[in-house]
């Protein structure tokens, strides 16, 4: 989509500090970290929330939700991490592209977090 913001980062229009990226998706620190380590995981193609996802895209957030493995263990998160998708208004959704904010060291957070 032209003017997604996410959509512009994963194209490298818009500047990113990029920790991981393949052909399928794209892993960036927030703008605004709510945690010591604070990592966005994208999709490359444009699906706005979860509750847009179609059973053909099953295979896409699997390969995501593995690659937190990845991208937790090289941000040094030995310890464990957390991993939250707000989707829709009714979740707080605020960028209308599917992420899953990556988070490190939260345990002295309350469960909802953000
Ligand atoms: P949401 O509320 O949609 O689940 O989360 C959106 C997240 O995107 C927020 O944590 C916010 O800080 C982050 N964010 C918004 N704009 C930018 C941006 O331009 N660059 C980066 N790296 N993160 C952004
Ligand atoms: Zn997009």
């Not at 989707?87 to 959704?93: A, R, T, V």
Request: proline share 4%; glycine share 10%; net charge negative.
């Amino acid at each position: 989509m032209t003017d997604c913001l996410f959509c512009k980062i994963a194209a490298g229009e818009i500047p990113a500090d990029i920790v991981y990226q393949d052909d399928q998706m794209v892993a960036f620190k927030d703008i605004a970290p709510k945690a010591s380590v604070h990592i966005l995981l994208i999709p490359r193609k444009h699906i706005v929330s979860l509750a847009e996802l179609e059973p053909g895209d099953s295979g896409l957030i699997g390969e995501m939700l593995l690659k937190t493995q990845q991208i937790a263990a090289e941000a040094g998160l030995k310890e464990g991490y957390r991993v939250i998708a707000n989707s829709g208004d009714g979740g707080g959704q605020e960028v209308p592209h599917l992420h899953f904010h990556i988070l490190g060291d939260v345990r002295d957070d309350n469960w909802v977090g953000f």
